[in-house]
T-cell receptor
Framework: EDQVTQSPEALRLQEGESSSLNCSYT??????LFWYRQDPGKGPEFLFT???AGEEKEKERLKATLTKKESFLHITAPKPEDSATYLC????????????FGEGTQLTVNP | EAEVAQSPRYKITEKSQAVAFWCDPI?????LYWYRQILGQGPELLVQ????????DSQLPKDRFSAERLKGVDSTLKIQPAELGDSAMYLC??????????????FGPGTRLTVL
């Protein structure tokens, strides 16, 4: 059974204070690891897909990295508009197209 | 920009009543998913369609939940009868089929269900 654990559950940062969110996973053959952003009362918004260990992807102030056991979402010089819940999900070789999500990290960036 | 459409956005019902949710995926996306998200948790897959066929409904409570995608485009998820524990956000997502490589799922805005 695929499993995803995200930490911390909640994170408060000052504007400009860089940090990282962690996503630890166990999966039988990783087909893809996905990062989503979710604002309150809305559906998840796709950010990145990572396929293999060592892969990195960047978008504005966000950078996602992947190892064989975990993924990090690095946030550089965050702004208040980066406040949201960040969800990590995995897709395993034995789970078809099913995404298994973690419970998310709720990020708050104070001005 | 193409988006997944869902309606209604909010639904309040009493327990034992029937409710239905509608989803229109991004045009050309053959795969459609229904997820349930309880507050403070990540989404959990209920059912997956490939065109009009169900390919995964292992987590769907079939005694009360049903889903259909008759023409392989839009889809309806129904709950009858609704129970208090069904209160959650119901999310629809869609994706292209890109061979063996995994592909991104794009989510709609969701339907927030409250059962009283």
């Amino acid at each position: 059974e695929d499993q995803v654990t995200q930490s911390p559950e909640a994170l408060r940062l000052q504007e400009g204070e860089s940090s990282s969110l962690n996503c630890s996973y166990t999966v039988s053959g990783l087909r893809g690891l996905f990062w989503y952003r979710q604002d309150p009362g809305k559906g998840p918004e796709f950010l990145f897909t990572l396929y293999s260990a060592g892969e990195e992807k960047e978008k504005e102030r966000l950078k996602a990295t992947l190892t064989k056991k975990e993924s990090f979402l690095h946030i550089t010089a965050p702004k208040p508009e980066d406040s949201a819940t960040y969800l990590c999900a995995v897709q395993g070789e034995t789970s078809g197209s099913r995404l298994t999500f973690g419970e998310g990290t709720q990020l708050t960036v104070n001005p | 920009e193409a988006e997944v459409a869902q309606s209604p956005r909010y639904k309040i019902t009493e327990k034992s009543q029937a409710v239905a949710f509608w989803c229109d995926p991004i045009s050309g996306h053959a795969t459609l998913y229904w997820y349930r998200q309880i507050l403070g948790q990540g989404p959990e897959l209920l059912v997956q369609f490939q065109d009009e066929s169900v390919v995964d409904d292992s987590q769907l409570p079939k005694d009360r939940f049903s889903a259909e995608r008759l023409k392989g485009v839009d889809s309806t998820l129904k709950i009858q009868p609704a129970e208090l524990g069904d209160s959650a956000m119901y999310l629809c997502a869609s994706s292209l089929v890109l061979g063996a490589r995994s592909n991104e799922q794009f989510f709609g805005p969701g339907t927030r269900l409250t059962v009283l």
